[in-house]
């Protein structure tokens, strides 16, 4: 069902607080907005409203780890992840059990404006070492991977949508960290395989305006495969060297600083490998601004049309 991720995060909470009694759940006076209100109403005791004081929330969540809880501190990501000297030394050095869930992620928001909205947050946590990164595409996923997190011993960054996103996988996906999975394959052309235009890779809210491109193009007679790349830490290299290997070029996009991120990963994995393949990043260089979230995907180059004009332009 097509919703925001940050729901989807909320309810998969609450249910797993039903079997482990460990989780509790801690937010900075947004618990409405960041989701976890489900698990506010069901298990109160368990919840812990901290005020608007992130530093200390997560500081507290590392104590409460510390003393064998689970704990899963919330706010939007842009007020979360700006507090990196206390995750770094709280939670990254002294490897606390803590899952950080960053909402309201990139300029899908919307109208919140510039200041609400998270955009250097990945590249941020993919810093720190022993951080896992999830980003989630949709319901399905971002309910596995909140069960699989919270199951995880170590530290988690879970990055979440505000605005409702389209349903990408079927009920057979599982996900695995470290792992990407194909969410759009063309048809193969008659007469045989030959190389793709290109291989898109997406995260989070960007990957249904990916699989819409992939239609479009598909539509014109051009084959483009769409990859999700949920787990952003650590990264799958091995799809980026098959997605070299068959297209014309690859496609990152993502609602996000292009430094840092997605597309910095694929480039990553490229010149670890020695591989040669044209990379075309589509994220943002600059902060966002107010408006609908529709609308600001469109004007910073994130929607359909923009992701298929970097699929074909100047093809060799």
């Not at 509790?24 to 989701?35: E, H, P, R």
């Not at 949508?161 to 695995?176: C, I, L, S």
């Not at 395989?193 to 960007?206: C, E, H, I, M, P």
């Not at 495969?225 to 290997?245: C, H, I, Q, T, Y």
Request: hydrophobic fraction near 45%.
């Amino acid at each position: 069902m097509a919703k925001a991720t940050r729901q989807s995060f909320g309810e998969a909470l609450a249910k797993v607080g039903e079997t482990d009694p460990r989780l509790v759940v801690l937010d900075a006076d947004l618990a409405k907005s960041t989701g976890t209100g489900p698990f506010l109403k069901k298990f109160p005791a368990r919840h812990f409203e901290m005020g608007i004081a992130e530093q200390n929330m997560i500081g507290a969540a590392a104590g409460l780890a510390l003393a064998g809880k689970v704990p899963v501190a919330a706010s939007f990501a842009c007020f979360l992840v700006n507090r990196l000297e206390t995750i770094r030394v709280a939670v990254s050095y002294n490897k606390t059990n803590v899952k950080l869930a960053g909402t309201h992620a990139g300029i899908g928001i919307g109208d919140d404006g510039t200041s609400q909205m998270g955009l250097e947050d990945v590249a941020a946590m993919r810093a720190l070492p022993y951080f896992t990164v999830l980003q989630p595409a949709d319901d399905l996923e971002a309910r596995q991977m909140t069960e699989w997190m919270v199951a995880h011993e170590g530290p988690v960054y879970i990055r979440l949508t505000r605005q409702v996103v389209p349903d990408v996988h079927g009920e057979g996906y599982r996900f695995a960290p470290g792992k990407a999975d194909v969410v759009f394959e063309p048809a193969a052309p008659k007469g045989g395989q030959g190389k793709l235009q290109a291989t898109v890779f997406a995260s989070g809210g960007t990957v249904g305006p990916a699989v819409e491109a992939a239609k479009d193009l598909a539509a014109k007679g051009f084959r483009a495969r769409v990859v999700n790349a949920g787990s952003l830490m650590p990264f799958d290299g091995e799809a980026v060297a098959k997605a070299a290997a068959e297209s014309q070029r690859i496609v990152t996009v993502e609602d996000h600083n292009v430094t840092g991120g997605l597309g910095s990963a694929v480039c990553e994995a490229l010149g670890e490998r020695g591989l040669a393949c044209r990379v075309v990043r589509l994220g943002l260089t600059t902060f966002g601004e107010s408006a609908a979230g529709g609308e600001l995907y469109e004007k910073y180059g994130l929607s359909a049309p923009h992701i298929v004009e970097a699929c074909l332009k100047n093809l060799d």
